[in-house]
Protein backbone atom coordinates (compact mmCIF):
# COMPACT_ATOMS: atom_id res chain seq x y z
CA UNK A 1 0.00 0.00 0.00
CA UNK A 2 1.79 3.37 -0.94
CA UNK A 3 -0.70 5.83 -0.69
CA UNK A 4 -2.77 7.30 2.36
CA UNK A 5 -6.26 7.27 3.61
CA UNK A 6 -6.43 10.76 2.16
CA UNK A 7 -5.11 10.15 -0.95
CA UNK A 8 -7.45 7.89 -0.78
CA UNK A 9 -10.83 9.30 0.08
CA UNK A 10 -9.89 12.64 -2.08
CA UNK A 11 -9.80 9.78 -5.05
CA UNK A 12 -13.05 8.52 -3.11
CA UNK A 13 -14.60 11.34 -3.86
CA UNK A 14 -13.01 12.53 -7.43
CA UNK A 15 -14.84 9.17 -8.68
CA UNK A 16 -18.19 9.80 -6.67
CA UNK A 17 -18.89 13.31 -6.91
CA UNK A 18 -22.59 12.83 -5.31
CA UNK A 19 -21.28 12.80 -2.50
CA UNK A 20 -20.09 16.29 -1.65
CA UNK A 21 -23.02 17.26 -4.22
CA UNK A 22 -25.59 15.63 -1.75
CA UNK A 23 -23.18 17.08 1.15
CA UNK A 24 -21.82 13.45 2.49
CA UNK A 25 -19.07 13.50 4.43
CA UNK A 26 -16.59 9.95 4.66
CA UNK A 27 -14.46 8.88 7.16
CA UNK A 28 -11.91 5.31 6.50
CA UNK A 29 -9.92 3.97 8.73
CA UNK A 30 -7.58 0.38 8.31
CA UNK A 31 -8.72 -2.79 9.58
CA UNK A 32 -5.62 -4.61 9.53
CA UNK A 33 -7.46 -7.66 11.19
CA UNK A 34 -9.64 -7.60 7.37
CA UNK A 35 -7.02 -6.18 5.45
CA UNK A 36 -9.92 -3.83 3.94
CA UNK A 37 -10.44 -0.26 4.89
CA UNK A 38 -13.56 0.56 6.52
CA UNK A 39 -15.58 3.35 4.96
CA UNK A 40 -17.88 5.32 6.90
CA UNK A 41 -20.69 7.83 4.71
CA UNK A 42 -22.32 10.22 6.35
CA UNK A 43 -25.27 13.03 6.08
CA UNK A 44 -26.87 14.36 9.13
CA UNK A 45 -28.04 11.51 10.88
CA UNK A 46 -27.49 9.19 8.76
CA UNK A 47 -24.88 6.81 8.10
CA UNK A 48 -23.37 3.69 6.04
CA UNK A 49 -20.36 1.87 7.10
CA UNK A 50 -19.22 -0.52 4.26
CA UNK A 51 -15.50 -2.07 3.21
CA UNK A 52 -13.01 -1.81 0.66
CA UNK A 53 -11.18 -4.76 0.23
CA UNK A 54 -7.06 -3.26 -0.04
CA UNK A 55 -7.07 -4.67 -3.95
CA UNK A 56 -10.64 -2.62 -4.57
CA UNK A 57 -8.75 0.31 -3.16
CA UNK A 58 -5.56 -0.09 -4.84
CA UNK A 59 -8.24 0.17 -8.22
CA UNK A 60 -9.75 3.16 -6.88
CA UNK A 61 -6.48 4.76 -6.53
CA UNK A 62 -5.74 4.06 -10.40
CA UNK A 63 -8.84 6.32 -10.96
CA UNK A 64 -10.82 2.29 -11.76
CA UNK A 65 -14.54 2.91 -9.98
CA UNK A 66 -15.19 -0.31 -8.34
CA UNK A 67 -19.11 -1.63 -8.54
CA UNK A 68 -19.69 -2.66 -5.22
CA UNK A 69 -18.30 0.86 -3.90
CA UNK A 70 -20.62 2.48 -6.65
CA UNK A 71 -23.68 0.62 -5.52
CA UNK A 72 -23.47 1.21 -1.67
CA UNK A 73 -22.56 4.39 -2.45
CA UNK A 74 -25.95 4.99 -4.80
CA UNK A 75 -28.35 3.48 -2.43
CA UNK A 76 -27.58 5.67 0.46
CA UNK A 77 -27.65 8.42 -1.62
CA UNK A 78 -31.19 7.48 -2.28
CA UNK A 79 -31.91 7.00 1.22
CA UNK A 80 -30.63 10.46 1.99
CA UNK A 81 -33.38 12.20 -0.51
CA UNK A 82 -36.28 10.85 1.43
Known amino acids: MNYTKETL ?10 LNQYGCSIEL ?7 AWMLYIKKDDKEIR ?10 CIK ?3 CIYL ?3 IGQFI ?3 KK
Open 29 to 35: DFDQEKN
Open 63 to 65: GNK
Open 50 to 59: THLEERDAAE
Open 9 to 18: AERILEIHPE
Open 70 to 72: GVQ
Open 78 to 80: DYC
